[in-house]
């Protein structure tokens, strides 16, 4: 990972998760591991601002490590979602939008674990903006109990029908295990050819 910011900060992981637990208790099992492997590396923490669910665990498992966890919540969300008061750092802002926004912008890297639709959809907004060369941070994907193996079949079905070139499937990096996670995202180099389409020849 290489900051895209200040060359001296510590390097700050964005993580999206489920603001609720799962059925597995894998699942916060998981959450706490990648949170501990986060500390220990020195990794900061930007993550939803919730207290609940997955991320919850996750926060907490970074606090308890004594590492730095950043949260970002919109103001009509702190009671919803119950904002976690114990943060480093809390940042309520207007709206879902702004807090994509900010998230994004604290970030040398984006981690999926398990969620539903908003954690879909803030994984696949990251990854479009690197597909179209807006960014070069490595996006994950957690992939717990093969939560996402369903999704990682679809991606080589779309893939496989043109509607995604083979370099942008493998942009995504895909682990079940925090510490192979991490080090994959370390190495990671975004692909010289971030064109997702060719010019039409004249």
Request: one cysteine or more; aromatic letters at 6%.
């Amino acid at each position: 990972m290489t900051p895209e910011t200040s060359p001296t900060r510590r390097q700050r992981i964005c993580v999206f998760s489920g603001s609720s637990s799962g059925v597995s208790e894998a699942y916060r099992h998981a959450a706490r591991a990648l949170g501990k492997q986060l500390a220990h590396s020195g990794t900061d923490l930007v993550y939803g601002g919730a207290a609940v669910g997955l991320m919850g665990a996750l926060a907490d498992a970074v606090l308890a490590e004594g590492g730095h966890v950043t949260g970002v919540i919109p103001q009509a969300l702190v009671e919803k979602e119950i904002a976690h008061r114990g943060l480093t750092e809390l940042h309520v802002v207007t709206s879902m939008h702004e807090r994509k926004a900010l998230m994004a912008d604290l970030s040398d890297g984006f981690v999926a674990l398990p969620g539903g639709i908003g954690t879909f959809e803030e994984l696949f907004e990251v990854w479009t903006w690197a597909q179209l060369g807006n960014h070069s941070k490595p996006c994950g994907l957690l992939n717990i109990l093969g939560f996402y193996d369903r999704l990682l079949d679809f991606l080589d079905h779309v893939a496989h029908q043109g509607f995604l070139k083979t370099v942008h499937r493998d942009m995504l990096l895909v682990e079940d295990e925090p510490e192979h996670l991490i080090r994959a995202m370390v190495r990671y180099r975004a692909p010289a050819d971030t064109k997702w389409i060719k010019s039409a020849a004249r």
